[in-house]
């Protein structure tokens, strides 16, 4: 099997084998302007974000969407195609880059769950508040 980040995935536990077996069965669009090619059969490149696409994406019945990167998230967010936002937050404060949200966005948010790790990252799962 394959190795994350220099680490032989055999050697790891059975959480993670199982994620890299789901991760390396999906098919993956990745939105990039730099990367000329993608080491993977199940991935492909888009050179940019084409909101009608996702759109049309997100109505097929059997597939889960999911999004990551600043830039692909906010370009998500601003095109109302965001349902449901998880956010880890880490027991470090690391300053700079891009903002964590994008200032002309603003959405209403529940707490659908949370969850609490050992080594004290809380994953937060928000899903848009309802208005009616």
Do not use: C
């Not at 980040?5 to 055999?10: E, K, N, Q, S």
């Not at 940019?48 to 999911?66: G, I, Q």
């Not at 903002?99 to 609490?116: A, I, M, N």
């Amino acid at each position: 099997m394959p190795s994350a980040a220099g680490v032989p995935l055999r050697d790891q536990p059975q959480f993670v084998l199982e994620w890299a077996r789901i991760w390396q069965a999906t098919d993956k669009v990745v939105y990039s302007m730099t990367l000329n090619e993608i080491d993977s059969a199940r991935n492909r490149i888009e050179r940019t974000f084409d909101a009608a696409a996702v759109r049309k994406l997100k109505s097929e019945p059997d597939l889960d969407l999911a999004g990551a990167g600043p830039h692909l998230a906010v370009q998500a967010a601003r095109a109302g195609l965001v349902d449901e936002y998880h956010l880890l937050v880490g027991p470090a404060i690391v300053g700079g880059s891009n903002p964590f949200f994008p200032d002309d966005v603003s959405v209403d948010l529940e707490l659908l769950d949370e969850r609490r790790f050992g080594n004290g990252v809380v994953h937060l799962r928000y899903g848009l508040k309802d208005s009616g």
